[in-house]
């Protein structure tokens, strides 16, 4: 398995951090490195710093009284709603949830 990128690499607020991102950019990097394409790692700190993302996927929405908002209403798959949950650790307030089930069984 491609080792993956610490999430130190990327900068604290950005989604990059998650942990299927920093294996997705380790497995970039690797390629990179065998193929010996300079600057690999300037390369995906400016590709970090410069995407936009998808609409609806962790998007920062705003912050109103000190508490940050984000839409992450495309995370329909309860391994993603995890990944947002993990991503934002003891930061995370409060979650809203909705929706029905893709057949996935929950259980806490």
């Known amino acids: 398995m491609?080792?993956?990128l610490p999430k130190d690499y990327f900068p604290t607020k950005s989604i990059f951090r998650m942990p299927h991102f920093c294996q997705n950019f380790g497995l970039v990097k690797s390629v990179g490195d065998i193929l010996?394409?300079?600057n690999t790692d300037e390369i995906?700190?400016?590709v970090a710093e410069s995407f936009v993302g998808l609409p609806h996927r962790m998007e920062f929405i705003g912050t109103k009284l000190g508490m940050s908002f984000y839409n992450d209403s495309i995370a329909?798959?309860?391994e993603a709603v995890m990944g947002s949950v993990?991503?934002?650790g003891s930061d995370l307030g409060y979650l809203c949830l909705g929706g029905t089930s893709a057949a996935e069984i929950l259980t806490t």
């Open 44 to 46: 995906l700190k400016k």
């Open 86 to 88: 993990d991503f934002f």
């Open 36 to 38: 010996k394409i300079k």
């Open 2 to 4: 491609t080792p993956a």
């Open 76 to 78: 329909t798959a309860a």
